[in-house]
């Protein structure tokens, strides 16, 4: 820790994290009821026995971060604020808001209250609920056709691809693409992909479709449009430009529910551009 090689500030942080006298008394406040024992090792060594504890869940992975996060923020107050000295009693007191805060979240359902042995007796018995989503591609409502977009970027073989296919509301195919596109990122080629597939359908005259993609970002542009990179803000004010012209939805699904997209897009190297 303390070596030419790091600059002096990270490594008198880093004594703070673990051997300052605040540090030792708040690691072993939350340690002690969850059954792990302060002790005076590595940093390393620290960090290996929180993160490896058994228990039912992994709440002690949350703490470290908190204790760290209130640590860093003592210790900013103190360097560029009126604060003298560390406040273990704060830093406790905040650090436990933050987790119950947390855990109230995650386990609703279940009373979780301070101080923070009795949290524990509670929380060391609580299993997280395992949640499941039936992930599937939908059907369009009838008179409404539905395009599902895809585009990749492997920046490691320079494979980058995109592919769409229309469906109408029975499911049936009405039209696709495949073709090799050059762009410079994963979100650029997925908004090329989308652009391309409602360029095709104008030109096929529909005009009524929903434009379904498993890009959340890309999805949130075009609807808001809001964007800060320069050359991808070009392509979302073009589907913006597109999206007025005719009666779209942009909708964004889950990647198992753009399974078609995904296959046809997949397919570019072994096909030209189809339409």
């Not at 300052?20 to 792990?36: C, D, M, T």
């Not at 992994?58 to 908190?66: A, L, T, Y």
């Not at 073709?179 to 359908?201: D, F, V």
């Not at 808001?224 to 012209?245: A, D, M, R, V």
Request: net charge positive; hydrophobic share 40%.
């Amino acid at each position: 820790m303390w070596t030419s090689n790091i600059p002096f500030k990270i490594s008198f942080l880093t004594w703070r994290l673990w051997q300052g006298e605040a540090a030792q008394l708040i690691w072993k406040h939350f340690g002690r009821p969850l059954g792990i024992r302060a002790h005076r090792g590595t940093i390393r060594h620290l960090i290996d026995i929180w993160w490896n504890q058994k228990t039912t869940n992994e709440i002690h992975k949350m703490i470290i971060i908190v204790i760290c996060w209130e640590i860093w923020k003592q210790n900013c107050e103190c360097k560029y604020r009126e604060r003298k000295k560390f406040s273990v009693h704060i830093m406790i007191k905040q650090a436990e808001r933050n987790i119950l805060s947390a855990m109230s979240q995650a386990f609703p359902s279940n009373s979780l209250t301070l101080p923070w042995i009795s949290f524990c007796d509670t929380l060391l018995r609580l299993r997280p609920c395992p949640k499941s989503i039936i992930a599937c591609w939908k059907f369009p409502t009838a008179g409404t056709l539905k395009l599902n977009t895809d585009g990749s970027f492997i920046s490691t073989n320079e494979s980058v691809g995109m592919g769409g296919v229309l469906r109408n509301e029975k499911g049936d195919f009405v039209l696709a693409f495949s073709c090799p596109i050059r762009c410079a990122s994963n979100l650029e080629a997925e908004a090329m992909a989308a652009k391309h597939g409602m360029n095709i359908c104008y030109q096929k005259n529909h005009s009524n479709f929903i434009l379904e993609l498993d890009s959340l970002a890309i999805a949130e542009m075009i609807n808001e449009g809001k964007c800060c990179n320069f050359k991808l803000n070009l392509i979302i004010e073009e589907l913006q430009q597109l999206k007025k012209h005719a009666n779209v939805k942009v909708k964004h699904c889950f990647r198992e529910a753009n399974e078609w997209g995904l296959k046809v897009h997949s397919n570019w190297t072994r096909a030209k551009c189809l339409q």
